[in-house]
């Protein structure tokens, strides 16, 4: 094992989907510096060669798989028979992590096609991937699925109606899956992240503006700190933890 790995992981195999890019890529990267083998995935094949590259050149195990998953259940069973096959069979580890993001949009000016694919993308990809993946870890025994969530899956806010429902499905789906497939030793929790710097963010800093003075710990949320609490979840150290929301947004909807 390179001498950059820790480990936690080792041995282990993990999907992160919207590895391209932002959160996604920051837990490829945290997954595969404790061992796990993993798989990037994304539309974006230069973004995700970059993700790639960057984990092999840290010492780890990374292939991409590029998946367009606004396109319904035949792409994403494509997606999942590739995993397998990369994988050697289903994943240790699922990180239901590709949203469609969406600026600040009141309900009356939203349209049905922005609808249409947040739902898409949001809801019903990680249902159906989750569906490809999770018999293999029910079969074996034993998985880890990390759902990434948000504080808008949590507390209301104007203009994020339609993300919000989308993140508050994926918060569902946590909880009911953990019931599903708890007793198979799948454990499945929720990471939801504040607002993080991301480049997304970057670009939309707008929509960040005043957010921060109502965090306790008046910041954003890293990478990195959002990736942690997903390497947490999906590692043995939490192997007694199912249906958790677990909150990394500097106290905002704790405190
Ligand atoms: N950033 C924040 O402040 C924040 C806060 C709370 C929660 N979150 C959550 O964190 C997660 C990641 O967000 P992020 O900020 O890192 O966003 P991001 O930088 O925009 O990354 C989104 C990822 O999702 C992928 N993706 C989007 N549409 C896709 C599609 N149709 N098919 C396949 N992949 C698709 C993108 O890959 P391609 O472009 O290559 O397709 C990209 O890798 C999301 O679940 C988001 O809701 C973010």
Do not use: C
Request: without cysteine; glycine residues 12%; negative net charge.
């Amino acid at each position: 094992m390179s001498p950059d790995l820790n480990g936690r992981l080792l041995g282990r195999t993990a999907v992160v989907t919207g590895s391209t890019s932002g959160i996604g890529a920051g837990i490829a990267r945290a997954l595969a510096a404790e061992g796990a083998h993993v798989l990037v995935t994304g539309r974006d094949e230069e973004r995700g060669a970059k993700v790639v590259a960057e984990i092999e050149a840290a010492g780890g195990r990374a292939d991409f798989v590029a998946a367009d998953l606004g396109l319904g259940a035949e792409a994403i069973r494509a997606l999942a028979a590739r995993v397998g096959e990369l994988l050697g069979g289903a994943p240790d580890v699922l990180v239901n992590n590709a949203a469609q993001l969406i600026p600040a949009t009141r309900t009356q000016d939203t349209d049905e096609a922005t609808v249409a694919s947040a739902l898409a993308v949001s809801v019903a990809a990680p249902f159906l991937l989750t569906r490809e993946l999770v018999p293999g870890m029910v079969a074996r025994g034993s998985g880890a699925v990390v759902n990434i969530g948000s504080i808008n899956g949590l507390v209301g806010m104007a203009g994020a109606a339609l993300y919000s429902a989308t993140k508050a499905a994926v918060h569902a789906l946590t909880k009911a899956w953990a019931a599903e497939f708890g007793p198979a030793g799948v454990r499945v929790n929720t990471v939801a992240p504040g607002p993080t710097r991301t480049e997304w963010n970057e670009r939309h800093r707008d929509l960040l503006a005043g957010m921060v003075a109502g965090i306790p710990a008046r910041r954003l949320s890293t990478v990195e700190e959002v990736a942690a609490a997903v390497v947490f979840l999906a590692s043995d150290e939490a192997s007694n933890i199912h249906g958790a929301t677990l909150p990394v947004d500097g106290g905002f909807t704790t405190v």
